[in-house]
């Protein structure tokens, strides 16, 4: 039976190491599993992303480049004609990487960065922010393209403006804001994950057109006001979740999930070491939260929603971490006040 899902995208977990042990990392990083791929398995999954038909690869942690072979793994996927990001919090960031970087051929790099100094620091490691801004210019100093995301929760998102107005003197082609979501660290420490996510599109909104770079939400904030595509940094409307419709998530141990967002156990739908790629993905009956979406199975507000059907309650992963539902969004510009 075959299944007319086309792979677009991959997020791939190299490594659980890092340097860091961010008060909301929602994968808990910092130590490398005890059973992480061999580099023989993540060339061999490389090939595998490549087979069927993946044509982008975004590379996270943990830190990628405290995995010793990430180079080998970068080259095995752009050799093949992937397009390949990486996402580093920019800590380790030296020359040697920069040069690693050019020679690859890498699509772009994008550093995380969540607010001015002091809450930036608090919340990840001191030193961190000015280490950042540093692989920043660095990179494009380099001909690197590189973005910057920043991830929201109630302490930093009302700082929006004061970054903005850091960034907006860097040379970046790109800034993505997403929201911060109560899984990892982010539920174990408490940390107050709610923000008003009205003013932060405001934000968005009076400042993307004026901004010297792209400016977007993630998809894990508001659906389908009359310029979702502008507030997303596109031309296209959100058009729902697509995790295990065109894109999927792996992780270091190599286990196979829709989005690697959603990482929670229940969401597994096969492990690499015992099933091939295009087995798990072309598995009828595999990531069927989505695939298998009616507007029937929609609950709270999203069920009298008039686009209900169109966004399904927006973000898979955001919706069940905090509400404990797949099919209700807390998040939502048709609700915005």
């Avoid at 993946?54 to 992937?82: H, K, M, N």
């Avoid at 397009?83 to 890498?106: D, E, H, M, Y």
């Avoid at 004026?210 to 939400?217: M, T």
């Avoid at 894990?220 to 959100?238: K, Q, W």
Wanted: charged residues 20%; glycine residues 10%; contains cysteine.
């Amino acid at each position: 039976m075959s299944v007319p899902y086309r792979l677009d995208s991959c997020v791939w977990e190299l490594t659980l190491a890092c340097c860091f042990s961010c008060r909301y990392c929602g994968s808990k990083a910092g130590h490398a599993r005890g059973n992480e791929l061999t580099t023989a398995e993540c060339l061999d999954v490389a090939a595998q992303l490549a087979d069927l038909g993946c044509r982008r690869v975004s590379l996270i942690g943990g830190e990628v480049f405290l995995r010793p072979d990430w180079a080998e793994i970068v080259r095995a996927l752009t050799s093949r004609g992937v397009k390949t990001a990486v996402i580093t919090n920019g800590f380790l960031f030296t020359p040697k990487l920069l040069a690693q970087l050019r020679r690859l051929s890498i699509e772009s790099v994008a550093v995380s960065l969540d607010a001015p100094r002091a809450v930036h620091d608090a919340y990840r490691q001191a030193g961190s922010y000015d280490r950042a801004l540093a692989a920043i210019d660095a990179l494009a100093g380099g001909g690197i393209p590189v973005s910057v995301i920043t991830t929201l929760h109630s302490k930093n998102a009302p700082l929006l403006p004061e970054l903005y107005a850091v960034l907006r003197e860097k040379p970046l082609f790109a800034w993505q804001i997403q929201a911060c979501s109560p899984m990892g660290n982010a539920a174990l420490s408490g940390i107050d994950w709610r923000f008003d996510f009205g003013r932060v599109l405001r934000f968005v909104r009076e400042t993307k057109y004026s901004a010297p770079f792209l400016i977007g939400v993630a998809d894990n904030i508001g659906y389908f006001s009359p310029d979702d595509a502008a507030l997303r940094g596109g031309t296209r409307r959100f058009s729902g979740c697509g995790a295990g419709l065109r894109s999927l998530g792996i992780d270091s141990a190599g286990n196979v999930r829709g989005c690697e967002s959603m990482y929670d156990e229940r969401f597994i739908e096969g492990n690499l070491r015992e099933r091939r790629l295009a087995d798990i993905w072309n598995d009828p009956d595999a990531f069927a939260y989505n695939r298998r979406f009616t507007p029937a199975l929609l609950t709270g507000a999203c069920a009298s929603c008039p686009y209900g059907s169109r966004c399904a309650a927006g973000c898979r992963s955001y919706d069940y971490f905090t509400t404990g539902k797949l099919y209700e969004s807390p998040l939502c510009v048709s609700r915005e006040g």
